[in-house]
T-cell receptor, first 114, second 115 residues
Framework: SAVISQKPSRDICQRGTSLTIQCQVD?????MFWYRQQPGQSLTLIAT?????????ESGFVIDKFPISRPNLTFSTLTVSNLSPEDSSIYLC???????????FGQGTRLTVV | AQSVTQLDSQVPVFEEAPVELRCNYS??????LFWYVQYPNQGLQLLLK??????LVESINGFEAEFNKSQTSFHLRKPSVHISDTAEYFC?????????????FGAGTILRVKS
């Protein structure tokens, strides 16, 4: 299994500002995934982050709004930019386990935009 | 494209009663199937998974799920629930990809166990 530390666990931000979420994994992984869980809804994949290359964004998500860094094989950040109340969600980092068949998740970052 | 439908948004049940949480998926290729659980104020945890082989898979805490290819279903069952099973349960599907899997989640089912 993989242990994922995600920071911050929660934050309240003013609209128009940005929040950067950090994800640290206890082992080297090729792929890291960022998900959004809006209130009362399921998880939606935002992007896939490979070390050493640009992140791959899902339909409806763009780099300007959700820039991602992946400086090494154990760390990634997701920034949510130009915040609006609609960005209030839980953001989760995820990695794949042995055999690339099982996903492990961080505890999530609960963002509230006021 | 893949999709997952969880037919019940909430399932209330009394303690020690049986429960079934329904999940149907659509995919044109072979898939991996998962159930994840999210306890209140906690992160997602893998409950059980189907990759291949036996269509009936079990978790360590008494849940089981059966992969039914003809009905494209992966329903989750437990013969006797406990208060501690109260949580939100997510069904997820992924396809076999070269670099791993990309999960598509259902909308979730909130299981409320009452005493």
């Amino acid at each position: 299994s993989a242990v994922i530390s995600q920071k911050p666990s929660r934050d309240i931000c003013q609209r128009g500002t940005s929040l950067t979420i950090q994800c640290q994994v206890d082992s080297q992984v090729t792929m890291m995934f960022w998900y959004r869980q809006q209130p009362g809804q399921s998880l939606t994949l935002i992007a896939t982050a490979n070390q050493g290359s640009e992140a791959t964004y899902e339909s409806g998500f763009v780099i300007d709004k959700f820039p991602i860094s992946r400086p090494n094989l154990t760390f990634s950040t997701l920034t949510v930019s130009n915040l609006s109340p609609e960005d209030s969600s839980i953001y989760l980092c995820s990695v794949l386990g042995y055999g690339n068949t099982e996903a492990f998740f961080g505890q999530g970052t609960r963002l509230t935009v006021v | 494209a893949q999709s997952v439908t969880q037919l019940d948004s909430q399932v209330p049940v009394f303690e020690e009663a049986p429960v079934e949480l329904r999940c149907n998926y659509s995919s044109s290729v072979s898939v991996y199937l998962f159930w994840y659980v999210q306890y209140p104020n906690q992160g997602l945890q893998l409950l059980l998974k189907y990759l291949s082989g036996s269509t009936l898979v079990e978790s360590i805490n008494g849940f089981e799920a059966e992969f039914n290819k003809s009905q494209t279903s992966f329903h989750l069952r437990k013969p006797s629930v406990h208060i501690s099973d109260t949580a939100e349960y997510f069904c997820a599907v992924s396809t076999h990809m070269e670099y791993g899997n990309k999960l598509v989640f259902g909308a979730g089912t909130i299981l409320r166990v009452k005493s």
